[in-house]
């Protein structure tokens, strides 16, 4: 069986009262279109056409792919109208899965099983809500057999009454659904080419219908506002969280951590409260995050422990290191391992060697530290003339002074010690101590300044 799957993505979503089209505003940093073409493409369709509205160009743009065909539907003339619009980039299909492009959170499972119950004929996904406005109702006769659907406009108030209703996801014959589509009239309450009119056009030609309800509700839900794409959010980050879970991560509260992107981990890593994931994230074993610390596009290898309130970005921290509290590791931050780094220390671009420590109160930029050093409270690379960036090298077992400046480009050689409070703006030779500091002195008769009484 060749599937073509269509998403309706047209609509204006005015609702959510934005500049940005409604489809590309985004759940877990993904725009709401994103999450429906991933899904998509994993049931292997043989076309993904993409029906766009005016203007819809911006959405186009920002949606690569060389798999996905749009078409564009110039006016909103209902939902049938759209899905004609897809239908001559769909030769050769058998089977139609209409999906809509503000519906993100159906999942594979779901849609799989639409498709194998319709087997050829029609597959309708319906639920059973407890406030049912707003949707189309599902109709169906004396024996619960399904033979149409209401719009909520067009429905009476008996009809209202009836809680099962459309999601709109549909299977459908190929062929006879070209025919069905030609047949729409408009004459409804909103003037609209009714897609929902093509479930009593296949019940009359006693097309084999298959009704499939979802695992879950919010599978079906779409967003009309920024309340419930915040809804839709919880709700996703809820499910990344059980699958974290179930696959061996502790969160010490699963509804306090976000994953916007992907997060692969070992075994028996654990993320306290509000640790927000980005990009893609690799943990190895035993790895245990601090609450409130972001983790974006980085690599976090066994043993580590980061303490609360780091921010980590593109940045690699070796086995057996503690990172934290109060830690900012920028892009090519590498640490070997067994490294420690404390708080309110700022690393970037800078290779730190296995053992190495930068406890306290740093800057160490555009830098390459040996292993085994030691870098004291307040040591800062000055790295930048305020032209151009320059390299500090730092040899192995070195030991800096407390509130040292190391002026790039500078070299400390292997085992040097410098003595605290320098400034350090030429090569510091190996195994020796330097130091720029004045002599200390005492003024035996200086007296402190007395205040002058006003008057
Ligand atoms: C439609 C269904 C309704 C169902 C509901 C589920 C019809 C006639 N009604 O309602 O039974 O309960 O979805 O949400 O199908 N779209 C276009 N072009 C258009 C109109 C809509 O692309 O001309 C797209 C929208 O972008 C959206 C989807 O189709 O993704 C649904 O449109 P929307 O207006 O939200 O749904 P209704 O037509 O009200
Ligand atoms: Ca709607």
Known sequence: ????????????????????????????DRPLLQHVIDTARAL????????????????????????????????????????????????????????????????????????????????????TLDDPSGYGRIQRDGNGAVHSIVEQKDATPEQLLIQEINTGIM??????????????????????????????????????????????????????????????????????????????????????????????????????????????????DNVRVGANSVLRDSRIHDDVHILENCVIEQAQIGAGSRVGP??????????????????????????????????HLSYVGDSDIGAGVNMGAGTITCNYDGANKHRTVIGDSAFIGSNTALVAPVTVGAGATIGAGSVIGKDAPAGQLTLTRARQTTIPSWQRPAKTPKK
């Open 44 to 127: 292997d369709p043989q076309h993904i056409v993409v029906v766009f509205g005016h203007g819809g160009e911006q959405v186009r743009d920002a949606i690569p792919g060389e798999d996905l065909v749009w078409a564009e539907q110039a006016e909103q003339l209902g939902t049938g109208h759209a899905l004609e619009q897809a239908m001559p980039h769909l030769d050769g299909v058998d089977q139609v899965l209409v999906l809509y492009g503000d519906v993100p959170l159906i999942t594979h499972a779901t849609l799989a099983e639409l498709i194998a119950e319709a087997a050829g004929g029609f597959g309708l996904l319906t639920v």
């Open 171 to 284: 299977s459908l014959p190929a062929e006879r659904l070209r025919a069905w589509l030609e047949r729409l009239e408009n004459d409804n309450a909103q003037g609209e080419f009714y897609l929902t009119d093509v479930l009593a056009m296949a019940v009359a030609e006693q097309v084999p219908l298959a009704v499939v309800h979802p695992g879950d509700r919010v599978e079906a839900e779409g967003v009309n506002n920024r309340a419930q794409l915040a809804t839709l959010e919880r709700a996703l980050q809820w499910r990344q969280a059980e699958q974290l879970m179930l696959q061996g991560l502790t969160l010490r509260d699963p509804a306090r951590v976000d994953v916007r992107g992907t997060l692969r981990h070992g075994r028996d890593c654990v993320l306290d409260v509000n640790v927000i994931v980005e990009g893609e994230v690799i943990l190895g």
């Open 326 to 359: 109060f830690s900012r590791l920028r892009p090519g931050a590498n640490l070997a391992g067994h490294n420690h780094v404390g708080n309110f220390v700022e690393i970037k671009q800078s290779e730190i060697g296995e053992g190495s420590k930068v406890n």
């Open 1 to 28: 069986m060749k599937l073509g799957i269509v998403i309706l993505a047209a609509g204006q979503g005015t609702r959510m009262k934005s500049s940005l089209p409604k489809v590309l505003h985004t759940l877990a």
